[in-house]
């Protein structure tokens, strides 16, 4: 684990184009956002969610990023909003679990239609799904991979895909609605 | 390669170099300069108060007129210093001591005349032209400047630009209008701008985001 002048010194080196130290930098970070996450969040994919999420955060805010500065209270403080981002996700799908909907009763969900007239109109609003849902729902639901085999060939872990797919159908499910409320 | 590295590898390919946010103190000189230049454009519309030779020699008013402006930077500053991660808390409690003694000060010059408040109309309090441009202009330059930094406390960023444009607001109203003096209206001013932060508040969530991946 790097001390606080080393992660300044690459942090800075970053905001000044150095993409090794940035990448340096968030490698190092990596640790600490773990052990921040691990404490509250217990499922694997909410943990990757909090760290994947923080990371890119840190991409956004770091040009407010002081040099001569502490960059330990500065990186908590991004972790920490996240971290409550996180929490309050997991809190509203636990709400929506506890509501009937059993994560792994996702492996029983039907296949989504392909080239059928309700893939077609389905393809819009798959569309508006984030990256990971699409793909998750691509790979599982219509491509009709196994979990194991979309992992491998996604680079995302089992519990993250299950995740997606979940989100994913939970969105498509309030999407859908909010078309036949429109009709 | 795993999710997270994968996205290590992407945010440093994408890592160009940045422009750094100047210090908070810069940015509250920029907003300062900014929104002064709305306190001048209507200055230029409505003219100045006609009596203002006379009222900057008056002791209370200038000492009004003071706190109006330090509440407005005060509050400034500790937006600013909200939107950047990992600042020390007085940053972003500076400007209550002094909203504190600008309350209690007109509350003591009040006394029990308070319990007779009546205003009905926004006219009544505040002006129907200055007041609305200075402060949304004052706000929301305030707010673009935040858009910048990191969306860390949205609700509470978007609370204190309101209340910095309306404290700024009120500095301004005061150089070109006689007729918002008296210590009763002035209290209900300061209440309406307090009552105008935490509203609105919650607006911020639409403001200032996180980008998403």
């Known amino acids: 684990m790097l001390e606080d002048v080393d992660l300044a010194a690459l942090l800075a080196a970053a905001q000044a184009g150095d993409r090794r130290a940035y990448a340096a930098f968030l490698a190092a ?10 404490g509250k969040l217990n499922s694997p994919a909410d943990l990757d969610d909090f760290v994947q999420d923080t990371l890119l ?7 407010t990023y002081q040099p001569g500065r502490p960059v330990l209270p500065w990186l908590q403080a ?19 679990e506890s509501q009937g909907h059993d994560p792994e009763m996702l492996e029983n969900v039907p296949h989504l239609p392909g080239d059928d007239g309700e893939g077609r109109e389905l393809a819009p609003l798959l569309a508006q799904l984030p990256d990971r849902q699409r793909a998750a729902l691509a790979m599982l639901k219509i491509r009709g991979m196994s979990l194991r085999d979309a992992s491998a060939e996604s680079g995302i872990s089992v519990g993250a895909l299950k995740v997606a797919v979940h ?17 | 390669m795993t999710d997270t590295a994968r996205l290590i590898d992407q ?4 890592g160009a170099g940045v422009r750094r946010l100047p210090r908070p103190l810069w940015r509250l000189l ?14 230029g519309i409505e003219g100045l108060r006609p009596d203002l030779a006379q009222v900057v020699q008056r002791p209370v008013w200038l000492a009004q007129q003071g706190l109006a402006l330090g509440t407005a930077l005060a509050a400034a500053y500790a937006g600013i210093a909200f939107s950047v991660p990992g600042r020390e808390r007085w940053e972003k409690l500076v400007w209550l001591p002094i909203l504190g003694f600008w309350l209690s000060a007109i509350w003591a010059t009040l006394g029990p005349m308070a319990a007779a408040l ?3 109309d926004f006219s009544e309090i505040f002006c129907p032209h200055c007041f609305p441009v200075i402060s949304i202009g004052g706000a929301c330059l305030l707010a673009w400047d935040m858009r910048r930094a990191a969306p860390i406390a949205p609700a509470r960023m978007m609370g204190l630009s309101l209340v910095a444009g309306c404290s700024m607001a009120l500095f301004g109203e005061r150089l070109i209008h006689d007729e918002f003096e008296a210590p009763l209206l002035m209290l209900v001013q300061i209440l309406a701008i307090l009552a105008a932060g ?11 985001r996180w980008k998403r991946g």
């Open chain 1, 57 to 63: 955060s840190l991409h956004q805010a770091r040009a």
């Open chain 1, 78 to 96: 991004i972790a920490r909003n996240r971290l409550s981002d996180a929490l309050r996700r997991t809190y509203r799908r636990r709400e929506v």
């Open chain 2, 118 to 120: 009546a205003v009905t």
């Open chain 2, 30 to 43: 920029r907003w300062l300069c900014l929104s002064s230049l709305l306190v001048l454009a209507m200055v």
């Open chain 2, 198 to 208: 935490p509203l609105l508040a919650p607006l911020g969530r639409v403001v200032f």
């Open chain 1, 29 to 38: 970070v990596l640790p600490l956002l773990r052990a921040m996450g691990r």
């Open chain 2, 11 to 14: 945010l440093a390919a994408e």
């Open chain 1, 167 to 183: 989100r994913g159908i939970a969105n498509l499910r309030q999407m859908l609605d909010r078309e036949n409320d429109h009709d």
